[in-house]
């Protein structure tokens, strides 16, 4: 009982390391790599520019992540940290696909200072593009349950006031931020730290036999899994127990090297896509370590999930359902 007790105060932990990557002083993104978001690819623009540049002949000079975008109005003073101390002028591409388990009508507004567009799916949902003081442009579009693509495009021009707001209303329910389940882009390098609380470049770790993509196109599994539930106890080859639960595509898990006098504790919160499960994982104060980082781990079936992706220092390779 009491493991389960600790997995309800994972989501908060993680959520608490979130937001270190994103704070009022970064409000377009955090430069930190984060799989598990919108990827935001920056482009400066010429002085001048009145409209949404066509960016398919374009050079990126820097990449965000975020989970939000909620950028009230504010003043060019602000500045644009993180990538560039540009504030006038640039362009942001945000791009990520994420998943719904509730069908039907789902309603967007956004709000930005200059022009935006929204795409859903590769369809223009909202266009509220060109040079304009704070503007609300409203669209709707039907999903059906499981992925969509989304990007967000954002421009700069001329200085006094910046703004970019994506807001939702899933059907039957309310406006708010949107913040929907992201869905793991495929794994880039990042640094991170592991139990010990070194810090390292994240360490690809190959599978042993090329299987060839899946039908979805994943390049670990031999064939697309379904109807995977990872809820249960498990070991790992790190010395620890693992409490995890599943609800849909999220997964949590509370872990620690002994129940007794646990050298490290760790939470964690993630996406399961097809076999690949990637979290956002912390130490917490029960044990002498002090990491954070991401995992992208293979999961081969119901009972058995492998490392691909994981910081030097993080010494657990293979889990095991017990």
């Excluded at 504030?87 to 956004?110: H, M, N, S, V």
């Excluded at 196109?217 to 080859?237: A, H, I, K, M, V």
């Excluded at 992208?296 to 691909?308: G, I, P, Q, T």
């Amino acid at each position: 009982m009491k493991s389960w007790l600790v997995l309800i105060s994972i989501a908060l932990i993680v959520f608490c390391i979130s937001a270190l990557g994103q704070s009022s002083e970064n409000p377009f993104g955090s430069t930190a790599l984060d799989p598990v978001s919108l990827k935001g690819d920056i482009y400066y623009l010429p002085e001048g520019a009145s409209s949404l540049p066509d960016f398919s002949g374009m050079t990126s000079v820097g990449s965000i992540y975020t989970k939000v975008l909620d950028i009230p109005t504010r003043s060019f003073t602000s500045g644009f940290p993180g990538v560039t101390d540009r504030f006038e002028w640039f362009a942001i591409r945000y791009k990520g696909t994420f998943y719904i388990d509730t069908e039907g009508d789902y309603a967007f507004r956004l709000v930005s200072d200059d022009g935006s567009r929204l795409f859903i799916d590769g369809i223009e949902v909202i266009d509220n593009d060109g040079q304009h003081p704070t503007q609300s442009v409203s669209g709707n579009a039907y999903l059906e349950r499981g992925q969509h693509s989304i990007e967000v495009d954002y421009f700069q021009g001329p200085r006094e006031e910046i703004a970019l707001q994506l807001f939702w209303t899933p059907p039957g329910g309310s406006e708010q931020i949107s913040e929907p389940a992201y869905v793991p882009r495929p794994p880039e390098s990042e640094d991170g730290t592991g139990h010990s609380q070194a810090t390292g470049p994240a360490q690809s770790v190959e599978p042993s036999q090329d299987t060839g993509p899946s039908d979805c196109g994943c390049q670990w599994c031999p064939e697309d899994l379904t109807g995977l539930d990872l809820t249960g106890r498990w070991s790992c080859d790190d010395g620890g127990i693992y409490y995890i639960k599943q609800q849909g595509h999220v997964v949590w898990w509370s872990a620690e090297g002994s129940a007794t006098e646990p050298g490290w504790s760790n939470a964690a919160r993630g996406i399961l896509s097809n076999c690949v499960l990637t979290l956002e994982y912390s130490d917490v104060p029960k044990g002498n370590a002090a990491g954070y980082g991401t995992l992208v781990l293979e999961v081969l079936s119901n009972d058995e999930m492998v490392a691909r992706e994981k910081p030097q220092s993080y010494s657990g390779y293979h889990w095991q359902r017990v």
